[in-house]
């Protein structure tokens, strides 16, 4: 197991942007999957970005070219920068890893106004 931590989330404009931080209790190293799920009101939870170990990356359509995942193996954090930010991409952001069982953090809030 591990517990997840995240961060960064707030109110920002349209356009603007945010970086989220994942801060996990122990090493990833050895942590196959990592990444970043969204809820938006009303609706479900849904992937927004992926990455593995190896580097290999995944994001949901809507986020592409504008959100961008990456790991700090040294201070056990995954980020996930955003970038041009829509009011659409407001939602509670969850980080997760797969240790293999899926573990999630908390939330945090990212409110997008128009």
């Known amino acids: 197991q591990v517990q997840l931590v995240e961060s960064g989330g707030g109110l920002v404009q349209a356009g603007g942007s945010l970086r989220l931080s994942c801060a996990a209790s122990?090493?990833?190293?050895?942590?196959?999957?990592m990444g970043w799920y969204r809820q938006p009101p009303g609706n479900q939870r849904e992937m927004v970005a992926t990455?593995?170990?190896?580097?290999?990356?995944n994001y949901a359509d809507s986020v592409k070219g504008r959100f961008t995942i990456s790991r700090d193996n040294a201070k056990n954090t995954v980020y996930l920068q955003m970038n041009s930010l829509k009011p659409e991409d407001t939602a509670v952001y969850y980080c997760?890893?797969?240790?293999?069982?899926?573990?999630w953090g908390q939330g945090t809030q990212v409110t997008v106004s128009s």
């Open positions: 990455l593995t170990s190896g580097g290999t990356t």
């Open positions: 122990r090493s990833i190293f050895t942590i196959n999957s």
């Open positions: 997760y890893a797969r240790v293999p069982s899926i573990c």
